[in-house]
């Protein structure tokens, strides 16, 4: 079993709440990822990080931000919730600096903004 | 047009039926290719990488077609725990390295 957590594993929170998602790996991974999927669909890849003091933005917009303080851990911040933020959030790490990924994904954190 | 397309099914099966998925993609440029499975409301989880000369894994077979830009899972003797969907990943090379992941095909055995 991969050593990749995410906290919460469900959250439901009201318009306007600052939330944090957060995501923990101990293999020592320099890559790692925040995944945002809604019910039937693609992952959509929102922040990236190739390590420390890295952070990227992905493909899909958001309204969130990352940080990478800590090669472990990579929490995801929504400064303000909105009901279309209501979806999946899947965090992964992985270890190849280049093509052969294999992800480790967390059991993912599912948030509910009302 | 999306960088990954897969049929979103359900492929609906009884036990022991042969099936297959395919996956393309479009950027000519992409160098490596994963099958992930995804069970519902959890994580995704590698299943197999998939290499130029194809390579199987117990009842999973998996192909590249590089000049067509897809590929294929065949998984042979279904069972009922095989119902999931399979999330086809495929990484550009020359670029940022980031895994783009396929909408999924979903797969039920049914007895």
């Known amino acids: 079993e991969a050593d990749i957590y995410q906290t919460p594993r469900y959250l439901v929170i009201g318009t306007g709440k600052k939330i944090t998602l957060e995501c923990s790996q101990t293999?020592?991974?320099?890559?790692m990822y925040w995944y945002q999927q809604d019910p039937g669909m693609e992952l959509h890849l929102i922040h990236y990080?190739?390590?420390?003091?890295?952070?990227e933005k992905g493909d899909l917009s958001s309204e969130s931000t990352v940080s990478r303080i800590r090669t472990e851990h990579f929490p995801l911040t929504l400064e303000s919730a909105r009901p279309s933020h209501t979806s999946q959030y899947l965090c992964?790490?992985?270890?190849?600096?280049?093509?052969?990924?294999?992800?480790?994904f967390g059991s993912g954190t599912q948030l509910s903004v009302l | 047009r999306k960088e990954v397309e897969q049929d979103p099914g359900p492929f609906n099966v009884p036990e022991g039926a042969t099936v297959a998925f395919n996956c393309t993609y479009s950027?000519?440029?992409?160098?490596?290719f994963f099958w992930y499975r995804q069970d519902c409301r959890k994580e995704p989880k590698l299943l197999m990488s998939?290499?130029?000369s194809g390579n199987e894994d117990g009842r999973f077979t998996a192909q590249l077609n590089r000049a067509s830009q897809y590929i294929s899972l065949l998984i042979r003797d279904s069972k009922l725990s095989d119902s999931a969907t399979y999330l086809c990943v495929v990484i550009v090379s020359g670029g940022s390295y980031i895994p783009t992941f396929g909408r999924g095909t979903s797969l039920i055995v049914h007895p």
């Open positions: 990080s190739y390590g420390v003091n890295s952070t």
């Open positions: 998939v290499y130029s």
């Open positions: 992964a790490s992985s270890d190849s600096p280049t093509t052969n990924e294999k992800l480790f």
């Open positions: 950027n000519s440029a992409s160098q490596s």
């Open positions: 293999m020592g991974h320099d890559k």
